[in-house]
């Protein structure tokens, strides 16, 4: 009975972890894209191509929120911030984006960032939220775009980094697990109708939270066809049928101190299909 016993536990994790590689591998986005081509979009010297905006308007507080360290890094809330800035005032007269002047439609965007400690504005709300906009034809504050967002939850020890948010006039489309968490077709996911509003990303991918380390982000864009989130090397969402085809790119200023850095992007001429970059 004993080595009965031993056999069955033995055969159940060999399916176990056939079943948990097939389910990892099929959401591994190839490697087609390679580093060449990449140019930074930002000169590390200033803002040159940029410009910031904040939902007060006032331009001298937006370069304030928004700094470029020597070292090239973006810092969103820095020194001249107290550690909690405006708490629970409701006017969020901070949050805001700064934007390209130019508008990009295919490309591929690549990332870093992590978390500071300053908190401000809804933070009780929202938590740790920034996050980076693309296809923007509407700079209001909020935009019209589609969102990467950028969170994390640290009261419940929750990821959002990867989830999309987007409007009315720039609905998306994608396969989920019926929860709304984005699931590709080979691990159960189902199509879904267009929508709009938040759209929550694969669940289970490792992310640094309050841990002081870098978070690794790439966002592949083809037009109005799809949109690809990755987040340290793993795809955690994917939407098609975009609402929208071109735009700026925008990075936030909402509840909390963050650092981005390493901002590159790599432009296609052609549309290139999503099978060049996906396994599903």
């Known amino acids: 009975m004993k080595h009965k016993n031993i056999k069955l536990v033995s055969n159940f994790l060999i399916i176990f972890l056939l079943c948990l590689f097939s389910m990892t591998s ?35 507080m937006a370069d304030k929120v928004f700094t470029l360290e020597p070292n090239g890094v973006v810092h969103v809330f820095n020194d001249q911030f107290p550690d909690k800035y405006e708490l629970g005032l409701k006017g969020n007269k901070t949050h805001g ?13 690549k990332f870093k960032y992590k978390w500071g400690k300053r908190i401000a504005n809804n933070f009780d709300e929202w938590q740790y939220d920034d996050g980076v906009y693309l296809h923007v034809i509407d ?104 609402g929208v085809s071109h735009g700026k790119i925008g990075f936030q200023s909402e509840t909390a101190e963050i650092f981005y850095k390493n901002i590159e992007i790599k432009e296609f001429e052609k549309e290139l299909p999503i099978e060049t970059f996906l396994n599903e």
């Open 139 to 242: 700079d209001n504050i909020w935009p019209v775009g589609i969102e990467y967002q950028i969170r994390y939850d640290n009261i419940n020890k929750i990821n959002h980094t990867g989830d999309i948010w987007c409007g009315e006039k720039s609905q998306i489309q994608r396969t989920t697990d019926g929860n709304n968490h984005y699931l590709p077709v080979c691990m159960g996911g189902v199509k879904q109708p267009l929508g709009y509003g938040e759209k929550l990303g694969l669940e289970g991918i490792p992310v640094h939270g309050l841990d002081g380390e870098w978070n690794s982000c790439e966002i592949i864009v083809m037009d109005n066809k799809y949109a690809i989130y990755k987040l340290n090397g793993r795809v955690v969402n994917v939407a098609t049928n975009l």
């Open 97 to 109: 984006l700064v934007y390209t002047k130019k508008s990009y439609s295919k490309y591929i965007l």
């Open 26 to 60: 099929c959401n591994n986005a190839k490697k087609s894209s390679g580093e060449e081509g990449f140019k930074p979009l930002l000169n590390g010297k200033d803002w040159t191509g940029w410009y910031k905006k904040i939902k007060s308007g006032d331009q001298t």
